[in-house]
């Protein structure tokens, strides 16, 4: 080769099985095309030192500017928190309206499955259409995470510190109801913290600095400290509205004060929210987000194929408690089955070993078509005003608050039924379902409601039996658990091999990371 001419060797071609031989013979087959028309003439040793010298002058005069030049500038080192607020809230609701679905809704028997149904036959390590919520509540918590940091280390972003504590409160209560103890204290931090964080006791996670209860109260703090006039963009809960975090906030401390109240005394911090009333009261303020008829936002299970959606039908359980309160929600959660010849509804017992029972879909009753042909009507449900209602009720009911039960009840009732796109019959909240009516018990009337209501709302109608046994769930079919109804959630697997140490110490405690051992606020 003469002086400065520059002869270009691919990489994925050149090896030492390569010799003299090889690269005539390449270039008379045109596998070597950029060597057309060039006489190659030099040994091996040859190559070998004009390889070596091209990787030097690659060398040197790559690594001067590597940074610069690896640097995509069109992928940014950090994300905005407005894309990631509005990440984490779509995340959050849709994963979990689908996990409502397919699992919450079978632990807490609105209905149940047809098939692939282990986890509906409460083998919980066995998650199959869902069941595995653990990665829903950790990924989202840790990229909240980067929001609550970008917030309080850039001056032009403190307006989502608020919004942020405020939702970790939220999704740390959603993980600690369903698995107990986790890890949390040394968690969500990524590259800042450690891989293999401590399991921190629920009792803690509630009641301690920067736990859940604590960052509710400098979640409304912060943002009644922010004087600022930038906006809080990327909210499709509020629309950037502060003070609706403010509501959301407080409807949530008399969420968790309520669902505490067995262990510690809440009733002068329940009494207080009360009286001030600047919570959730009615389902315009709901903090929700409309699902719609087209992809990527309509419900999940209108974009699965129909096999899916077809293996989930009425429970028994759903169909015995909404027939026996002459309940109209009836029709709007659920559709006539095929094989009905006046508009009937027919539900199944949850749970049936689907290897030796054969089930014809036409006998039994789908889900509406708010679930699937029209799910503009549905929602991604963080909390609502009937469920706040319905909480008091109960404090009430309890004497934890001096307020009227029935009253709050009734309330609860009206909200849900707008809720659920459904009209309240006249004469309802004065036939069976009528506060304490005849042989009925306020509390298990409270608790039922609330149960309805919460159909798809992630695992929250499961979770409400667990703590206060209503309504009264029925023994399933053919059980995997010895005919009990779990009371937590398994930790994954993949604790096990990623977290041992710390996984070993919180499977003891849970009796060998039993289903069947309670969380702190249900001992």
């Known amino acids: ?17 390569h010799n003299n031989e090889n690269l005539k013979n390449s270039e008379q087959n045109n596998k070597l095309p950029f060597f057309k028309g060039m006489k190659i003439k030099f040994s091996m040793k040859k190559i070998i030192y004009i390889v070596s010298v091209l990787s030097l002058i690659f060398t040197t005069s790559c690594t001067k500017d590597f940074e ?6 069109n992928a940014p080192s950090s994300v905005q928190p407005s894309l990631l607020l509005r990440q984490v809230i779509y995340d959050f609701g849709e994963n979990m309206s689908y996990e409502g679905f397919v699992a919450g809704d079978l632990l807490a028997q609105h209905r149940t499955a047809l098939d ?5 036959r409460h083998a919980l390590k066995s998650p199959q259409l869902g069941g595995n919520p653990w990665p829903i509540f950790y990924t989202n918590l840790r990229d909240n995470e980067i929001i609550l940091n970008q917030a309080r280390t850039t001056e032009t972003f403190a307006v989502y510190e608020g919004p942020a504590l405020i939702l970790k409160a939220y999704m740390a209560a959603g993980l600690t109801g369903l698995f107990g103890d986790v ?43 922010y004087t600022d006039v930038i906006p809080l963009e990327g909210d499709i809960l509020f629309n950037g509205n502060l003070d609706a975090w403010i509501k959301f906030a407080n409807a949530l401390k008399i969420k968790h004060l309520v669902r505490i109240s067995d262990k510690i005394d809440v009733s002068n ?12 009261t009615s389902n315009s303020e709901n903090a929700i987000f409309n699902f719609t008829n087209t992809d990527p936002n309509s419900f999940r299970l209108a974009q699965l194929r129909i096999g899916d959606f077809n293996n989930f039908v009425l429970s028994e359980t759903m169909e015995t408690i909404l027939v026996g309160l002459n309940d109209t929600r009836l029709s709007s959660l659920f559709r006539p089955f095929s094989n009905s010849t006046a508009n009937e509804f027919n539900g199944l017992l949850n749970g049936i070993d689907a290897s030796s029972t054969s089930i014809a879909l036409a006998n039994y009753s789908l889900a509406s078509t708010a679930f699937r042909e029209d799910t ?20 009430a009911a309890k004497g934890i608050i001096n307020a009227d039960a029935q009253t709050l009840y009734n309330s609860g009732v009206t909200l849900a039924f707008e809720y659920w796109n459904t009209a309240l019959p006249a004469d309802y909240l ?53 005919d009990l109804i779990p009371i937590r959630m398994p930790y994954p697997a993949e604790e096990a091999a990623l977290n041992f140490e710390n996984y070993s110490v919180a499977a003891t405690a849970t009796d060998n990371n039993s289903i069947n051992v309670p969380v702190w606020w249900n001992e």
């Open 430 to 482: 004065s036939g069976p379902a009528a506060y304490d009516a005849i042989g009925a018990n306020p509390m298990e009337q409270i608790l039922t409601q609330k149960w309805i209501a919460n159909v798809i709302n992630g695992y929250e109608g499961w979770i409400e039996y667990r703590r206060t046994g209503f309504p009264q769930l029925q023994t399933i079919s053919a059980s995997l658990n010895n």
């Open 269 to 280: 911090d329940l009494q207080s929210l009360f009286d001030e009333g600047n919570y959730i």
């Open 1 to 17: 080769m003469r002086p400065h001419e520059v002869l270009v060797l691919k990489p994925d071609l050149i090896s030492s099985s």
């Open 116 to 120: 692939f149904n282990l986890f509906d």
């Open 376 to 395: 503009s009507t549905l929602d991604a449900n963080f909390i609502t005003a009937w469920e706040v209602q319905f909480a008091l009720a109960e404090a």
């Open 183 to 225: 890890p949390y204290f040394e968690a969500f931090n990524g590259i800042n913290g450690t891989v293999t964080p401590a399991y921190d006791l629920q009792e803690e996670i509630y009641l301690n600095e920067n736990g859940i209860l604590d960052n509710l109260d400098k979640g409304i703090a912060a943002i009644e400290a």
């Open 68 to 73: 610069d030049i690896n640097t995509n500038p």
